[in-house]
């Protein structure tokens, strides 16, 4: 009798929630959706160590599934990253250190040439400098490597949102 009732109370339910405009961005009318599209996107080279890792991480999360076909959209990506010393002890020394990492990002076209999407991510996180030049070389390096798969999650959100919108 309750799994009836249950059964009874999840058709309205489900209909009410699709009635509500949400759809999710992996899947379209052809069942690909934003898939397809981002196994379109060519990620140009970006400069530096953290460009690297940012690039990678994009690499990861657009290259979802192989595809032979000539890329139809090109995705340039320009980072701006600092280290700010935030805290000091009484002697000048620096006890914690902020990296941020944003980027500058346009989804090209390259049929056309337009530029489907010109957008910005980041994100920063903090250091905590101790003794150890060691200790806080590793925790710089591992704020970068933190910060790039942010920034790419935030990039790869957008670039989904704006293919999705175009097609």
Known sequence: MAQ???GLLLVPMACALSACGLQPIYAGASGE????DLSAVDIAPIEGRTGWLVATALED???IRESAAAPRYRLDVQLDESLESLGLLTDESVTRERRVLRARYQLIDLSSGAIVLDATAGSDAGIDVVSSDYATIAAERAAAERLAEVVADQIVTRVSLALRRRN
């Open 4 to 6: 009836a009732l249950a």
């Open 33 to 36: 959706g934003a898939l397809a």
């Open 61 to 63: 999360r657009v290259s």
